[in-house]
């Protein structure tokens, strides 16, 4: 009898230990953290002060960032928004193209699927000093080419292309997530109901207007979602590119957070601004699983 | 209106990478034809019909719809309308979206397009589903909404591409009539593609039995049935499949006789068709015969002499319920025979059979033909 409850037990029991350890560390690296940034984010804590020595102030931090007494705030904010649209809507259009031509027969696909994802391999900071010495002025490739056909070179990292050039390296970098997620969407469309488009009067365009996009439009939803996030939390390209500058001309919101805590020390002030950027990133990431238990 | 149009292939050739899927066919459907294309996986038969629609390039050969070369015409503009395997239904649109959506395109009137999708939807029976997207209907009500997009548009061809293999067995046979029902209503000119002999015999006007690219034979359900001019016909259509037994044609007494190579009892040559085998004597020949054509009492009339009896040990008992199969040893050849439920005994059992030698057919086993 008692070996028959210790089994029940047990069978009861055996889901939650087998998940345990997964949970554990998930807690461990992401809830603890996060709530220990939001504790940071109620003090006054400043780097250079012993940690005893902070005053936990309530709400100071967010009214101050959302009042705009933190003046770069609002407008990293505003430039985070600006950055995400542009980098949604490029990676978006641009990784269409790319799916949809890697979607046809073509020769050495493989070959082309592995050079379309090698920005993907490289890490985000390095990707930035690498795009750094292509920019350059003095030696940089793209400015040789720029002089060679318009006889004059561009500051690219100077304070009226900076902001392009950023985009460019956030672009090229999260287009192949972008392409791969679309491709594995043309790929799973029914290539007979195509067909059967064609047979009731679409051209080749209407076909991919009328029929493809629509029967693609959770998978363009969940890519755009998750560009968006990408876009939102990037640091270690801008970070090694341009720094947030010249200026702030490139400080996005993760930028600004950095600055604020490791440039002028006020950690509590980053930790409110962090907050900002982890609700923000939450709620994207919630509409992406809402998008797909929809689609379930 | 409909305005049909006859359909003819010339020389159609069809290459996948230096392999021939068709070589060279050429296919006569009259007006308001329905024409079944049948044969192995693989024959080039979906190949061919993908042509017809323009949605396969063709490598070799010519295409007319209604005496219009459509080679270089596209799908669109063929009039052509086909149902797919896979129902091949928009997923984002309701089945009234589905089936109005070509008329939409073509730029029907409102009122046109709400007369004939509501006709069409009375007729499948779909009239309650229209309002419903594909992922909520079943896998016939589906295949109706297809054929319902196929026929509102009143095209001058309707090509089906087995249309029926995704469903089960019951529904296969509802919608096969329907098919057929359909087809006496609409009377468009229909080609319709499958692996499956039953739906070929049960459908067709006329049946083109194609094999690794090339046809076989094209004639009436029964033509092909009674009269197959090739091996390969005689063994695809007709299940179980003709039997086939190695023989020697000799002559004994004023006749012919059938020696099976294989041991088993010699079988005498209708006189009929003792002068169509003569030139064949003592040749290495093959022996067909349908299972339904060895039975215990054959009443199908007859000369008496046209019978060959046959004692047979039983193998294997298949009970269809209609009719009992039962599976025997002739010499080193299993052979199959059709019998009726009441007379078949138990495995290991002896029978007397009596072959119908007058359906029996000769074929060369060189050139595959039929004698």
């Known amino acids: 009898m008692r070996n028959t409850n210790v089994q029940i037990y ?28 939001f504790n940071i984010s109620l003090t006054s804590f400043e780097i250079g002060y012993p940690w005893e020595d902070r005053e936990y ?37 641009i990784g269409l193209a790319v799916a949809v031509l890697f979607n046809r027969k073509i020769k050495f696909k493989y070959l082309f699927t592995t050079i379309l994802i090698l920005p993907m391999a490289v890490n985000p900071a390095i990707a930035g000093l690498m795009w750094k010495l292509l920019f350059s002025f003095d030696f940089g490739v793209i ?22 050039s950023t985009l460019v390296v956030l672009i090229w970098m999260h287009i192949p997530i972008s392409a791969l997620l679309l491709l594995a969407g043309l790929e799973n469309i029914d290539q007979d109901t195509i067909m059967a488009a064609k047979l ?15 029967q693609l439009k959770p998978v363009i939803i969940s890519s755009s979602l998750f560009q968006a996030i990408l876009a939102f939390q990037t640091f270690g390209p801008i970070f090694t590119l341009t720094n947030g500058g010249p200026g702030s001309v490139t400080t996005i919101l993760p930028m600004f957070v950095y600055k604020t805590g490791f440039g002028l020390g006020m950690m509590g002030m980053a930790a409110a601004g962090a907050v900002v950027l982890v609700a923000i990133t939450a709620i994207l990431s919630l509409m992406i699983m809402w998008t797909g238990r929809k689609k379930a | 209106m409909i305005v049909m149009a006859g359909v003819r292939i010339r020389g159609l050739h069809k290459t996948y990478n230096r392999t021939e899927a068709v070589c060279g066919i050429d296919i006569d459907i009259a007006d308001g034809e329905f024409v079944v294309l049948v044969g ?17 390039e063709i490598t070799k050969g010519e295409i007319f719809i209604d005496d219009r070369l459509v080679n270089h015409v596209q799908p669109k503009d063929r009039d052509i309308a086909m149902v797919f395997q896979n129902y091949a239904l928009y997923p984002h ?79 296969r046979v509802k919608m096969r009539t329907e098919i057929k029902r359909l087809h006496h209503k609409v009377k468009t000119t229909s080609l319709y593609v499958t692996h499956d002999q039953v739906e070929a015999m049960t459908l067709a006007e006329r049946i083109v039995i194609m094999n690794a690219g090339r046809i076989e034979q094209v004639g009436t359900p029964d033509e092909i049935y009674l ?88 193998d294997v008992v298949e009970p269809l319920g209609m009719d009992t199969l039962l599976y025997f040893s002739i010499g080193d050849t299993e052979v199959c025979a059709r019998v009726s439920p009441d007379v078949a005994r ?26």
């Open chain 2, 227 to 314: 009269h197959p001019k090739t091996k390969f016909v005689a063994g695809f259509i007709g299940s179980p499949a003709m039997n086939f037994l190695h023989c020697r044609l000799a002559k004994e007494g004023g006749g012919l006789t059938i020696s099976l190579t294989g041991g088993g009892p010699s079988l005498p040559v209708p006189t009929v068709r003792t002068g169509r085998y003569s030139p064949h004597l003592g040749k290495d020949l093959v022996f067909g015969i349908r299972p339904e054509h060895i039975t215990q009492r054959p009443d199908h009339g007859g000369a008496k002499a046209d019978f060959v009896e046959i004692d047979i040990k039983i």
């Open chain 2, 93 to 171: 649109m309701t089945a009234r979206e589905n089936m109005s959506f070509g008329l939409r395109m073509r730029r029907y009137a409102k009122d046109e397009i709400k007369t004939r999708v509501t006709e069409a939807a009375r007729f499948l029976n779909i009239a309650e589903l229209l309002d419903r997207r594909p992922g909520q209907l079943s896998g016939g009500e589906r295949q109706r909404v297809a054929m319902g997009r196929a026929i509102v548009r009143e095209p001058s061809v309707c090509l089906f591409d087995e249309p029926l293999s995704n469903l089960d067995a019951k529904l």
């Open chain 1, 10 to 37: 047990w069978k009861k029991s055996a889901p939650y230990i087998w998940v345990s350890p997964s949970v554990l560390s998930l807690f461990l690296l992401s809830v603890v953290p996060t709530l220990l940034l």
């Open chain 1, 143 to 164: 400015n040789v080419f720029v002089e060679k056909y318009w006889g004059y070179k561009i500051v690219w990292l100077g304070q009226k292309y900076a902001l392009f």
């Open chain 2, 40 to 56: 192995p996986s693989g024959c080039g038969k979906s190949s061919t019909l993908r042509m017809i629609a323009g949605l396969e």
């Open chain 2, 346 to 371: 138990e495995p290991g059992e002896i029978m007397l059979l009596k072959a119908e030698m007058n359906q029996m057919h000769l074929i060369d086993p060189d050139t595959g033909t039929v004698l």
């Open chain 1, 57 to 93: 102030i309530g709400l100071d931090n967010y009214v101050r960032l959302f009042t705009g007494r933190e003046v770069e705030f609002w407008p990293s904010i505003y430039l985070s928004i600006f950055v995400t649209i542009i980098c949604v809507v490029m990676t978006l259009c």
């Open chain 1, 200 to 214: 009731d009067g679409c051209s080749d365009t209407q076909a991919f207007r009328l029929i493809v996009l629509p």
